[in-house]
């Protein structure tokens, strides 16, 4: 059964490195794009099996699913967007449960606290 204890969160920065460096491209370009990292947070994440995140329908694959594994423990997600949009995590514990997060991106909070890397 799932913990309830578990939040969809997103940052510029990858949860699971020491490299600490935003990456962009097309920074000439009216909409730049950004390395963004969605993620599951919290007590609840060893009972966590999969994550299905719904993206923006502009995405070319709107719907990823993600695996939690040693080397992804926070069933991380990668992605290059321009713009802040919800994200919906279908989360499934090792029990076939389903859990439903929702999550307004907020990458763009962290922009004053960072140099961006090409």
Partial sequence: M???????KDSLFDPD???QTPRW???????????VFLYLDGPGLPYVNAVTY?????????????FRTYANPHCKLE????????VQAIVT??????????????YSSEFPKVTFAA
């Avoid at 799932?2 to 969809?8: A, T």
């Avoid at 719904?54 to 993600?66: A, G, Y």
């Avoid at 076939?96 to 991106?105: A, E, I, S």
Wanted: proline fraction near 11%; charge should be positive.
């Fill in 2 to 8: 799932i913990v309830p204890k578990l939040e969809l």
């Fill in 17 to 19: 490195s020491p490299d």
């Fill in 25 to 35: 491209r097309n920074p000439r370009s009216d909409k730049p794009l950004y390395r």
């Fill in 54 to 66: 719904v993206l923006h329908p502009t995405f070319k694959e709107p719907t990823r699913q993600v």
């Fill in 79 to 86: 992605l290059w967007t321009w713009g802040l949009f919800r």
């Fill in 93 to 106: 514990d090792r029990d076939g449960n389903m859990l439903t997060l929702t999550h307004n991106l907020q």
